[in-house]
Structure formats: C-alpha cells, structure tokens
C-alpha cells in the first residue's frame, strides 16, 4: 500500500496507522500521548497531520491507498508549537530544578521547536504532590494528561492504579478514584512507572543520578532516533 | 528632633541590589547607617513540600554567582538526610573540586572585575573610567587574566557539576560523576599558570593595602568577633570542618562546635526595617554577639593554611596584626587573594589525586529526619537546615547565607564611613563612592543581578524629618 507524506511517496503495511508507516520510513510525527507499547487514543493532538485535506491525528488514523498527507508545513508547526506551549502554561513546569530535565519528552519538544519562553500568559494552577507511596511519587504539577500511566496500568500491568477523572481544566489523573498512591496496588516495577512522558511519575530517589552531558536529550533533539532510523 | 535622611539606590558593583539609608540628626551628625535588602526571596517557604533529592538542585537557583555553594551545603545536608556521614573518597574529592572552582572562579570575578577598579583607579575616581572596562583599557593584561581565571573555575564547574551555571553534580549520598583522565589533563595544563595570576593578583591586594594602611585603618574598620568552619587540626577547610568563633583580640568564644547543633550557639534577630536578619552569638548577646564571617573572618580564625604558598602568605597577612585578628573592612580584599592562591593550590593537588578518577561515588545510610548542611562559601559560612517527613518531603527549611551573616558589619561599616565622609547636608560623589567601596569589601550578594559595568542609575536623596525631598543627586 502506498501513500505520500510531503510528497515522498511511503510504503506501509495494511492496518498501519499514518504514524507507525512514518516511523518505519525514517519520518518523525511529533507526539506526547503516543507510546509504541500502548494502543494510541489521539489526546495530545500534537501528532496532528493534514490528510486529504483533513487535520487528523496521526497516531490513530489508519493508511488508505493513495493518502496525501501533510506533515511539515508551516501551518501544522504553528498549531503543534501552540499545543505545546499551552502545555507548559497549564501545568507548573520548573525545569531547572525538575529530576526528569533532559530526559524529558515535553522539554525535549519545546527544544525542538524552538520553545525558549511560553507565549500564553502562566495559569499557575494548584496542583498536588502525592509523595504516600514509599517508592513512587506523583508530582500533579508536571502532569500533561497524556493518560500513558492509566493506559500502561491496564494494557502492561494488568491493574487499574490511575484513571482520568474530572472534566475540562479539572480533569486529573486520580488513583483508585480520589485516593492516594499508597492506597493502590502500585509496585515502582510497574510498567506504568516509565511510560511517563514528562516529571509528574517519578521513582523516588532514583533523581539527578545521569550526569548533565549523558540524558537522553543532551545532544539529539527528541525523534533523532526515528529519523536516523529511517536512513539507514 | 529634626532627622534628616539620605538614601542611596542601588549600590553599584555589588552582586545585587541594595539601598542605603543615611540617618542624620538635626546637625547633620550621622546618628545611624542602614544597608535595607529589598529583595524577599522566599526559598525557605516553597520549598517545603518538595521531595529531598530536589532540594540541592532548587535552592542553588538562590544565585547565579556561587549556585555550586547552595548546591553543596544542601547535599551535605540531604548526606544526613539519607544517614550518610562519609562519603565515598572520589565522592568528596570530587565535590571540593567543585568547591575550589566555585571559590576560585568567585573571587577572581570579585577582584578583577568588582573591586579592582576600586584599587586601581582610586576611590574618588570618575565612575566612567571606574569600571571593568575601564580596567581592561589601562590594564589589559590584568583584565585578560581576570576573565581566564574565571573561566579555569567555570570549566571545573561544568567538568563536575555537568553546567557551568546551576548543575547536578552532587546528590545526596555522593556524586554522579567523577572526573576522566581527559578532563584532568585539560585542567593540569593551565593550573600553573593560575597558580602564577593568583600570586600576582594576590600581590596587588597585599601592596595595595600595604600602601594605604593608615588611610584603610580608618575606613570601615571596627573589632567583630570572626566565625567560620575549621578542620579538626585547626586548619582552614573551607568545604567542611566544626565551627569556630574567636573575639577581636583573638580568644575563643567556641570551637570545633558539631554544626549539627549551630542552633543552640547562634540565633537570629529580626529587625523591622530589613528582610534580611541579624545573627548573633547567642552566649554574648545580639548587642555585641554579631560577628564576621568570609575571607576575612577565615583567615582571622585558622591556625594555619595546609597549601604552602597560601600559607606564607597568611602568616604575611597576620603580621601586621601580630597574629591577632585582623579587623579592617578593607583587609577582605587581601584575605580574598590569599584564598584565592589556596583555592588554586588545592585544585593542583586534587586534579594529581587518583581517587577523582575513581567509580565508587555514591554511598547509602538508614533515613534520619533533620540534618545541616555547612559550606564556607566565597562569601562566608553558608547554613542549610531541613526536616524531612516520611513521605520524603521537605517540612522545614532554615537558610543562613553568608551576607545574612555579615549583616551587622556591612551596617557598622557603612556607618562608619558616611560619618567620616559626609559633611554638612551636601551629597557628593566622594561619599557616594566610599559607601559603596565599604559595601563592596564584604562582597555581598544581594541577589542575583551584577552590576559590573558600574551603569547602574545611582540616586541620593535628602529627606527632611517630615519625609520631604530637600535634595536629590542622581548619575
């Protein structure tokens, strides 16, 4: 099956969604919600393509023969750029002194996309710490509610620890309801404890352990991997 | 009673920014001289609620001139924290490192590019000429070294901290890095040329006041009691040691004091005027218990420097006292030279150690709930004391940092120098010059802002008793 993004015609197996054939070419599609060990659900929108004239995201919308899809125009930038400072604005994310710095998916996408300063005015919401449980902390602060930890808790881990709850600005991530960590079943083996894209999952007393210099993001911008990748 | 007030705003070439009250009675006699921090920071607030392994990364953002020394006092508290007394050799080693490039790099950036015009030029000198750049036009070679010395210490930093400015270098319990082969052989190219600058850095200061002694013997001086850590043998430690205080003639209030109980020797007053506090001993009072500390206060309290040339330097320095405590205000500039060579010495004998070299760099211990953490810092004897809950989150923070410290005598000096230099109701540029000389001296961090170019707007005004503006001066 064929189809063309930007132009470069792609080959992509049926049942492939426009992102699993991009990543296979050595195309990057930016994402924040999509994990390639979790079924997708198109929340973050980040991952957003034109196709056939239609914004679509990219993580759930299958191939079709002849698609055309547009990925990098100028228009699709602006709009992922603004999703992505909306993120920062919404959430309290200090990242000079947050542990996930350099690791980080959501840092490491402003960086890509020339993010030096938030363009919307800070919400500053209240946000919780829940620090109950002896070996995994929850730092609301930092949380995008991309719903990877819900996802990876049922798919991965075969438990239910967090669930989206709430609606609108309000809606969070809860565990087990409105109850703490600590109340859940939540092991820091789980799955659901490193599929977290950003600080709010963290493993206690496991931060600033990678030297500056060695992180994930140091020295390649986040979706180098699949953009090599696709070279070789 | 007819007060009359002069404010000066902001003072220049201080890490910050800070005001100065002059307080004048009805003969225009200087009855009292106020340095107001304006700055509210608030660290020791929100910080509470915050994980511990966050802690020496956040509270370095206290400053963007000595970040490695909040850095290093609160992992030395989170050590405690997580039932560390020893670290691993590389760990420590690896850490004071960090501390000599942070005091190298510090100092040299005071000397050079804060104080020198001071010395060079004169006091009195025209705030054009005045300046960094004015230094880098008559002294260009100075300058140069200036900015290399800074840099050596900037790139120690970043070699062991991972960033220049505001790095991860220490966590509790140890390090995350040591230091490659490669690294070190960068570092020992140029330590010798450093040790060289430093010695004539540390030769402009020593001449200088040499020259001026009658004149700094009247400018800002006063007896203080001096405080800072000293290692067991009584040597200067300027990463870790117990406290020591000795008077102005040289006695001893305490000595080889445990830090973990700084608490019950010193204690802090609260004035109604100032955010920032007024620390004291508490055996002796607030009234005469304030003391200083840095440069100064350090090589007034050690019994010897373990680095050779720094020691002869030091026994130079304590000559002209007859080993007695030495309390001039300008005598810091000296006492910062002579840590500076230290500072440097020490870098040459850890980068020839093989344990920086070494993999073991984090150690474990059973969780304790309160700790302190003490560094001298380029500015003086820096406190950092928490209590952590079970849940791991920080529930109190108490901060003393060098300037809060050095509070009552940066007043007392200022104090003493506008009731010399002021005279009648007329401002001039000399009085306004020498209360920022004073001010300079102690090296104050304000907060985090450097005025180094000297541009900075600077204002005076005159206030009657009433709050009227009689008089205003302004550059």
Not at chain 2, 42 to 56: K, M
Not at chain 2, 460 to 467: H, K, N, P
């Amino acid at each position: 099956m064929k189809f063309t993004i930007d132009g470069q015609e792609i080959e992509a197996k049926p049942g492939q969604t426009i992102m699993e054939a991009a990543d296979a070419a050595g195309i990057y599609i930016p994402r924040l919600c999509a994990h390639s060990d979790l079924k997708p659900i198109g929340s973050c929108r980040v991952c957003t393509v034109i196709v056939d004239g239609r914004p679509q995201a990219a993580c759930v919308k299958p191939v079709a023969e002849g698609m055309v899809v547009e990925n990098e125009t100028p228009e699709l930038l602006e709009h992922r750029r603004n999703i992505i400072d909306m993120m920062f604005v919404e959430g309290n994310h200090f990242c000079m002194f947050c542990e996930r710095s350099g690791n980080c998916e959501l840092q490491a996408m402003a960086y890509r996309f020339g993010i030096t300063a938030p363009q919307y005015p800070f919400q500053f919401p209240p946000k919780e710490v829940d620090a109950s449980h002896p070996d995994v902390m929850l730092d609301h602060n930092r949380c995008i509610m991309c719903a990877r930890c819900v996802r990876a808790s049922q798919e991965l881990d075969g438990k239910n620890v967090f669930q989206s709850i709430g609606r609108g600005f309000d809606r969070k991530i809860g565990v087990n309801g409105e109850k703490v960590l600590a109340d859940t079943d939540m092991s820091v083996d789980d799955r659901s404890a490193d599929v977290c894209p950003v600080g709010c999952i963290i493993k206690k007393r496991t931060a600033f352990k990678t030297p500056i210099g060695q992180r994930l993001y140091d020295h390649q911008p986040i979706g180098s991997d699949i953009e090599e990748g696709g070279h070789e | 009673m007819s007060e009359r007030k002069i404010i000066i705003e902001p003072v220049t070439r201080v890490e910050g920014h800070g005001k100065v009250t002059i307080l004048l009675d009805e003969n225009q006699q200087v009855t009292q001289a106020r340095l107001h921090i304006v700055e509210f920071r608030g660290f020791e607030r929100f910080i509470q609620g915050r994980p511990y392994w966050e802690i020496p990364v956040l509270v370095q953002r206290l400053c963007g001139i000595c970040p490695v020394s909040h850095h290093l006092a609160a992992a030395k508290a989170m050590d405690g924290i997580v039932g560390v007394d020893q670290l691993t050799p590389t760990a420590e080693k690896i850490r004071r490192l960090m501390h000599y490039g942070q005091m190298f790099q510090s100092h040299a950036l005071h000397f050079f590019h804060l104080c020198s015009p001071d010395l060079l030029f004169g006091f009195d000198a025209d705030v054009a000429i005045r300046n960094v750049v004015g230094v880098a036009r008559k002294f260009p070679e100075l300058a140069v070294q200036g900015v290399m010395m800074r840099k050596y210490g900037q790139e120690i930093i970043k070699a062991t901290a991972g960033k220049k400015i505001h790095g991860t270098g220490a966590v509790p319990g140890g390090v995350n890095k040591n230091l490659s082969i490669a690294e070190r052989d960068e570092f020992l190219k140029e330590i010798d040329q450093m040790i060289e600058w430093s010695k004539s850095a540390l030769k402009i200061a020593k001449d200088y006041t040499f020259e001026h002694l009658d004149e700094l013997a009247d400018f800002g001086a006063f007896d203080s009691n001096h405080v800072s850590l000293i290692r067991e043998d009584g040597a200067m430690d300027l990463y870790h040691g117990n406290l020591r205080a000795v008077n102005a003639e040289g006695a001893t209030i305490f000595d080889q004091v445990d830090y973990q109980g700084y608490y019950k020797y010193i204690a802090e007053e609260v004035r109604p005027w100032s955010y920032m506090k007024f620390p004291f001993i508490k055996t002796i009072g607030p009234e005469n218990g304030w003391y200083r500390v840095g440069p100064l206060a350090r090589i007034n309290t050690c019994d010897f420097i373990d680095s050779p040339e720094a020691e002869i330097a030091r026994q130079e320095f304590m000559g002209i006292t007859d080993g007695k405590p030495n309390n001039l205000t300008m005598a810091y500039h000296w006492a910062r030279m002579i840590e500076l060579l230290h500072s440097a010495e020490k870098i040459r004998d850890l980068l020839n150690d093989p344990d920086l070299q070494g993999t073991d760099l984090m150690v474990k211990g059973e969780r304790r709930e309160e700790s302190v953490g003490l560094i001298e810092a380029p500015r003086g004897t820096l406190f950092h004391h928490y209590k952590v809950d079970e849940n791991d989150q920080v529930t109190m923070a108490n901060l003393i940092v060098s300037t809060t410290n050095n509070n009552t005598p940066m007043n007392l000096a200022v104090e003493g120098v506008a009731k010399k230099y002021l005279s009648g109701t007329e401002i001039t540029e000399g009085l306004l010059n020498h209360v920022e000389v004073a001010i300079r001296a102690y090296d104050p961090c304000l907060s985090c802002a450097t005025h180094a170019l000297g541009k900075m707007p600077l204002e005076i005004e005159l206030r009657d008793a009433a709050g009227e503006l009689i008089d205003r001066k302004a550059r």
